[in-house]
């Protein structure tokens, strides 16, 4: 009913820069918060930033000042622009939305996560 959809990411040196984005698709009449959150191996999944519907933002201590969340909600998307990557925001990075939509039974809602799509900061 609901798909949340991850690109970008990939491989940079340590000072550069990545963006990645998600794009929520389905039976959808309303987004909620949108967030990132990461997981590195062997670590709990964290969350990296928020952003409400209305544009508020939050930010984990760590990336605060470097990383900027944004969305739109015509295109139903939200991304993570990620600049001086250090090493520890190696990991997993996880779309994820609080998500009203349509059943066969009526309204619904709940969060739904992407896929991930992996980040690494090399030294």
């Known amino acids: 009913q609901v798909q949340l959809v991850e690109s970008g990411g990939g491989l940079v040196q340590a000072g550069g820069s990545l963006s990645v984005s998600c794009v929520a698709s389905?039976?959808?009449?309303?987004?909620?918060?949108m967030a990132w959150y990461r997981q590195a191996p062997g670590k709990q999944r964290e969350l990296v930033a928020q952003?409400?519907?209305?544009?508020?933002?939050d930010y984990a201590d760590s990336v605060n000042g470097r990383f900027t969340i944004s969305r739109d909600n015509a295109k139903q998307t939200v991304y993570l622009q990620m600049n001086r990557l250090k090493p520890d925001d190696t990991g997993t990075y996880y779309c994820?939305?609080?998500?009203?939509?349509?059943?066969?039974?009526?309204?619904?809602?709940?969060?739904?996560w992407g896929q991930g799509t992996q980040v690494t900061v090399s030294s």
């Open positions: 389905g039976t959808i009449f309303s987004i909620g918060v």
């Open positions: 994820n939305a609080d998500v009203n939509y349509w059943t066969g039974a009526g309204p619904r809602r709940r969060d739904w």
């Open positions: 952003i409400t519907s209305g544009g508020s933002t």
